[in-house]
Each structure stands twice: as structure tokens, then as C-alpha cells.
């Protein structure tokens, strides 16, 4: 595998570096805070007021702003070749398949708005009902951004692995402010306030992130980048920086009770797995991560005996594992193989293994995954009767699957079956769930809830909101960006990273939600992938 040839790089190729650079290294930990005479004088008690427009509004300025710079630059003519000479070269020549996806989306998107009965939450993605709001805006205006900045990262982004090491100390920072939280710490006093006022609030909201939920769609986004970042890089400080940041973001992942991110986790690292297969140099450093992730729990169990046991709920998965007396039987299986392959790369430098050792393990995987939906599928439709005790949230598909997901998965086909032609194809319009859903509020109350704004599905509820024709448009963006920068993988594995990260976010997307917490971070790894992709095929032309 072969780094990148040296490319040239312009005032606008360091604007990009510069958006990035802050949307990897301070969108994570914005939220609002104030500045008073009181020791410590600056705090972080409002941090979870509004912290989903905190982090809507710091990414939509900073695309805004860096998407007016480039333009400036454009109209005249400012940025420059390392020659002096102008830069001449167009930037929207030869349209890729996942360029043609980004424009059917926003295109799709537009068409479900202006056919939407709710234009105004469609396009802003949120408006007031009474004392309380809907929305998580999720609408137009916020995927017109999305689109922008493809385009933007697309043409103008150049490699520079600091951007990627900022990301990683940074969310280390926000993985260790997770297990704080977790075990009722709080130094920066951001939860302290909802104790007694909002107690749902202070015991499933962690770190600068938000809810569990969110948190987990987080660590799928971020995770995946350090891990792999660990393994391709070849700085010594960096690869430190990016295990321990591999490390924090286990014990976020069970401390912080992700069971979708436990989900999108499993899918990355079987797919990395796949990826390296065949060559001990890479192998042998991804099972050190590995074996790093599993005792980095272990270390977990430590620290919470250390703290009586005085951790905030877990759910039985997340509990399982921190738990379990064997959990060391894999720490010790992963550091064996991580020594092996040691022993094997250091005898035989540079070594490539048979392709069959992929295809087998991904035949491995492939099957295991079937089985799994196999059984599924059995007890949600052959066997309905059959006790299946506490497995049954999981096992049987019924209202009360997943958490009560099941009642809003299986009612919003039941919409979409009664939706007009328009409304199959285009939707309500983004972000519009809450009025789609509305005729079946008072089936929820029996789970706790008096209504909802989102099916928990990403998948499913861009089905309802953009219709079938915006949803085909979405996974062919995300899509090809990530099968073409995959392809890129064996020129450029600088991609590797970034395409992790979106398959890990794909997977748990399955049971969460959209939100500008996290989203932008997934449009931006997508914009990556294709932005290599390019490259790799300019190099070979």
C-alpha cells in the first residue's frame, strides 16, 4: 500500500485544512457557556441547554464562512499555484457517480419541500407547537449545507494528518468527560443543575455530546478514525495519541451504555479485519489496537471497583461486558495473535498472504450475519409464541422490539403503504416525522411517551419524510462515495479511515437517529472518501 504522491497545495486547499480543523478539533467540545467574576469564571452550566443548536449553528457558520472564502478566492482569482501562477484548474469537470447522488439529493430534497404541507418545518427543520418545538433540524436548509460542503471538500482538500491527530486528542478528551459522567463525576459542572430538575437529563446526557443515544452516533463517527489512524500512521507521539484515544472511546462506548454503537463498532472492525487480512504489517497493529480496546474495558472494571461500583445505569449488554469474568480470556487471545503476527512480519518483512484468507473470513462474517437475521426473521414470523424471556426486545419483532422501536418501525411502513404516489416518492418533507406519525401518538403512551419526532431508523425515516426517491438518492451518496474510496484503498489507505467511520455510522444509523450533533462529521468522512477517491484516479491519469 502507497501514500499519496506530494500535490500542490494552495490558499484554498488550507481553507479547507482550516474548516476541518475545526470541525474536528473544536465541534466536538462546543457548547455554551458564560463568563462571570466567580471562580472558575468561566462555565458550563447551560452546556446541555440547546446543545443541538449549539452544534448546528458552529457547523453551519464555519461551512458558511469557509464556503464564502473559497468563493472570494474564486471571483478574484487570489489563490495561487506554488509557481505564482493562478489557479486555472475547473473544479467541476468530469461529475462522478457520487456527485451526480449529491445533486439528486439536494434536487429530491428541494421537490419534498415545495410539496411538503409543512414548507416551513420541512425547510428550516423545526418550528413551534405551543411551549414546545419539532424538529430536529434535519430540513433543507441544513442539507443544502451538507451538499455544499461535499462539493467543497471534494476539490479542495489535501492531506494533513494533524487535522486527524487533532480529532483524536479531542475526542479523547470527550470519551474520558464520558466516563466521568458516567461514574457521577462532572468537572465541568454541566450536569450538576438538572440533578433534581430534569433527572432524565442528568442521568443519559454525557460529556459536550448529549444523550446516550447521540453519543453513541458520536462514537461510531469518531472511533473508527483513530483506530485506524493508529494503524497507518507512522509518527510514534501520533500513534500514541490515537490508541489512547482508541482506548477512551471503548470505555465511553460501555460506560455510556451504546449498545448501537457496540453495533456499528462490530461492523467496523469486521470490515477493517477483511481489509488488512492479507498483510501482517498492517495486521499486526490492528490486533494491537484491538487487544488495547479489550483491556482499556478490563482497565474499566478497575476503575468502577474503585468507585464501588457507583455507575449510572447500564443496560444488560453494556453490564454484560464490563462484567464478564471471561472478557480477559479475548484480552489474552488478542495479545497472542498480536505477538505472533509480530514474530511473523519480523521474520518475513513485507509479507503478502493468500486472498483466500480474506474471502474466508469475510465468508465468516457474511454467514454469521445471515444466521443472526435467520434467527430473527424465525421468531419474528415462523415462532411468535415461543418465551423467549428478556432476548425478546431483541429477537422478536413486535411494538415493544428494541426499546418500543418496534412500534414505530412497524407503523411508519404502515404509513408509507397508505401514502399517496407523491408522498412514496418525495415524502412529507425532511424532517416532518412528527405530523406523519401524529395519527398514532396515543399508541406510545403505553411505552412512556406522548409523542415523537424521528423512527429511531434513520433509513426509515428518510422513507417517510423524502419519500423513496430521497432516500435511493441518499444511500447512492453515501454509497458510492464509500464503495469508490474503498476501490482508492490499495493506491491511497489514507481512505481507510474515513470509510470506517462511515460504515460504522451506517450500521448504527439501523436503530438512531439524525441529528447535527454527529451528522456533519459523517457528511464531512463521506466528502473524504470521494475526495481521495479523485485523487487516486487524477494520480493514475
Not at 443548536?53 to 457558520?61: L, P, T
Not at 428541494?110 to 416551513?120: C, D
Not at 473524504?528 to 493514475?540: D, K, N, P
Request: contains cysteine; aromatic residues 14%; glycine residues 6%.
Amino acid at each position: 500500500m502507497k501514500r499519496p504522491s506530494k500535490q500542490n497545495y494552495t490558499l484554498m486547499n488550507s481553507i479547507v485544512t482550516v474548516f476541518l480543523l475545526m470541525m474536528f478539533a473544536a465541534f466536538p467540545l462546543f457548547v455554551s457557556l458564560y463568563i462571570d467574576g466567580q471562580f472558575p469564571f468561566i462555565h458550563f452550566d447551560d452546556g446541555f441547554v440547546g446543545i443541538r443548536h449549539q452544534k448546528y449553528y458552529f457547523f453551519v457558520v464555519m461551512a458558511a464562512l469557509a464556503l464564502i472564502a473559497e468563493l472570494m478566492l474564486m471571483l478574484t482569482n487570489s489563490s495561487r499555484e506554488p509557481d505564482g501562477k493562478a489557479l486555472k484548474k475547473p473544479l467541476f469537470r468530469s461529475l462522478s457517480f457520487t456527485d451526480v447522488a449529491a445533486a439528486a439529493l439536494a434536487l429530491s430534497c428541494a421537490l419534498s419541500t415545495l410539496l411538503s404541507p409543512y414548507i416551513e418545518l420541512a425547510f428550516w427543520g423545526e418550528i413551534s407547537l405551543g411551549s414546545f418545538s419539532v424538529g430536529r433540524n434535519n430540513g433543507l436548509f441544513l442539507i443544502l449545507f451538507y451538499v455544499m460542503v461535499y462539493f467543497l471538500i471534494t476539490r479542495l482538500y489535501r492531506y494533513r494528518e494533524f487535522v486527524f491527530t487533532a480529532l483524536a486528542a479531542v475526542c479523547g478528551i470527550v470519551y474520558l468527560l464520558t466516563v466521568l459522567n458516567g461514574f457521577y463525576i462532572d468537572p465541568l459542572n454541566m450536569l450538576e443543575q438538572f440533578k433534581t430538575s430534569q433527572p432524565s437529563v442528568y442521568m443519559e446526557f454525557f460529556s459536550t455530546i448529549g444523550n446516550k443515544n447521540m453519543l453513541a452516533s458520536f462514537i461510531c463517527v469518531t472511533l473508527p478514525v483513530s483506530f485506524v489512524m493508529f494503524i497507518l500512521s507512522e509518527s510514534i507521539w501520533k500513534k500514541v495519541i490515537y490508541i489512547c484515544s482508541t482506548g477512551l472511546g471503548a470505555m465511553a462506548m460501555i460506560i455510556g451504555d451504546s449498545d448501537s454503537a457496540l453495533l456499528g463498532t462490530a461492523v467496523f472492525l469486521a470490515v477493517i479485519l477483511v481489509v488488512f487480512a492479507r498483510y501482517p504489517a498492517r495486521l499486526k497493529q490492528y490486533f494491537l489496537a484491538l487487544t488495547f480496546m479489550l483491556g482499556s474495558v478490563s482497565l474499566l472494571r478497575l476503575f468502577s471497583l474503585l468507585m464501588n461500583d457507583n455507575y449510572k445505569e447500564l443496560g444488560e449488554l453494556t453490564k454484560g461486558i464490563l462484567f464478564s469474568d471471561k472478557l480477559y480470556i479475548f484480552v489474552v487471545a488478542a495479545a497472542v495473535i498480536t505477538v505472533l503476527l509480530y514474530i511473523l512480519d519480523g521474520r518475513k518483512p513485507d509479507l503478502t498472504l493468500p486472498k483466500a484468507i480474506p474471502v474466508a473470513i469475510g465468508a465468516f462474517f457474511g454467514c454469521a450475519a445471515l444466521a443472526a437475521f435467520g434467527v430473527f426473521l424465525w421468531f419474528s414470523v415462523v415462532d411468535t409464541e415461543t418465551d423467549l424471556g428478556s432476548m425478546e426486545k431483541l429477537l422478536r419483532m413486535n411494538d415493544a422490539w428494541g426499546t418500543h422501536r418496534g412500534i414505530m418501525w412497524l407503523r411508519s411502513f404502515k404509513i408509507f403503504g397508505e401514502a399517496s404516489v407523491w408522498q412514496k416518492l418525495f415524502g412529507l418533507g425532511p424532517d416532518t416525522f412528527y405530523f406523519a406519525f401524529e395519527p398514532y401518538f396515543s399508541q406510545l403512551e403505553e411505552y412512556g411517551n406522548s409523542s415523537t419526532d424521528a423512527a429511531h431508523n434513520e433509513y426509515i425515516n428518510y422513507l417517510i419524510t423524502i419519500g423513496a426517491a430521497g432516500l435511493a438518492a441518499y444511500l447512492s451518496f453515501v454509497g458510492g462515495a464509500l464503495v469508490r474510496g474503498l476501490k482508492a484503498a490499495k493506491r491511497n489507505p489514507l481512505v481507510l479511515p474515513c470509510a470506517a467511520a462511515v460504515i460504522a455510522y451506517l450500521a448504527q444509523a439501523t436503530v438512531n437517529i439524525a441529528l447535527p450533533i454527529s451528522t456533519p462529521l459523517l457528511i464531512i468522512f463521506v466528502s473524504l472518501c470521494e475526495a481521495f477517491a479523485r485523487q487516486a484516479r487524477e494520480e493514475e491519469q
